[in-house]
């Protein structure tokens, strides 16, 4: 069974717009991290924004934020004044049984000029 | 701060040939990760060692796939023999410590089996 589901296969938006990617996961546990991370075309995964659990306050990191909603186990990215450069595939993680985090499969988003 | 780093960077195979792959964590990392990205889809873990101990093989093939980090720093995963189906990139990435922690990334080893 899927424990995080990311239901946009594919998103556009027009360079300078505001965009958000959602996702929603299935953990029992009590304490955890969860992460948004990038994947450019034919370059390497690299993190762009994590939000610990246990605080209620949403994670920002200049142009990227989050909006977590633990009890619905939501957790959307959103991305302000997009740039041709976060073209990339974004896939959102979660732990899950003993696994760190499993990772849903991606929304590919292309920036627009 | 040196990155993750996997060799080769590509592989093609042909079935029931076997392969191997390399990675080197970051300075400092107990935690080691393989995963398999099949193409369009998210990185799937296969294995994950704390220093050379293995936590979790789960959902690594075991009849075919093999990994080992015998002295708590680099890693091998290898494969054989493959099959078709394993071709995917496998990504392997490392973190200071379990589940809490973020996990870096290396660029990956892209095979394709033939």
């Known amino acids: 069974a899927q424990t995080v589901t990311q239901s946009q296969p594919e998103m556009s938006v027009q360079e300078a717009e505001t965009v958000t990617l959602s996702c929603t996961y299935d953990t029992s546990e009590s304490n955890y991290y969860l992460f948004w991370y990038k994947q450019p075309p034919s370059r390497q995964m690299i993190l762009v924004i994590r939000q610990e659990a246990y605080k209620q306050q949403n994670a920002t990191e200049n142009r990227f934020s989050v909006n977590f909603q633990k009890a619905a186990k939501s957790f959307s990215l959103k991305i302000s004044d997009s740039q041709l450069g976060d073209t990339a595939m974004y896939f959102c993680?979660?732990?899950?049984?003993?696994?760190?985090?499993?990772f849903g499969k991606g929304t590919r988003l292309s920036v627009i000029a | 701060e040196a990155g993750v780093a996997q060799s080769p960077r590509y592989k093609i195979i042909e079935k029931r040939q076997s392969v191997a792959f390399w990675c080197n964590p970051i300075s400092g990392h107990a935690t080691l990760y393989w995963y398999q990205q099949i193409l369009g889809q998210g990185p799937k873990l296969l294995i994950q060692?704390?220093?050379?101990?293995?936590?979790?093989d789960s959902q690594l093939p075991k009849d075919r796939f093999s990994a080992e980090r015998l002295k708590g720093v680099d890693s091998t995963l290898k494969i054989q023999p493959a099959k078709l189906e394993d071709s995917a990139v496998y990504l392997c990435?490392?973190?200071f410590g379990g589940g809490l922690y973020e996990q870096y990334f290396g660029p990956g080893t892209r095979l394709t089996v033939t």
């Open positions: 990435a490392s973190s």
């Open positions: 993680a979660a732990p899950s049984g003993n696994t760190p985090l499993v």
């Open positions: 060692f704390q220093n050379n101990g293995v936590v979790d």
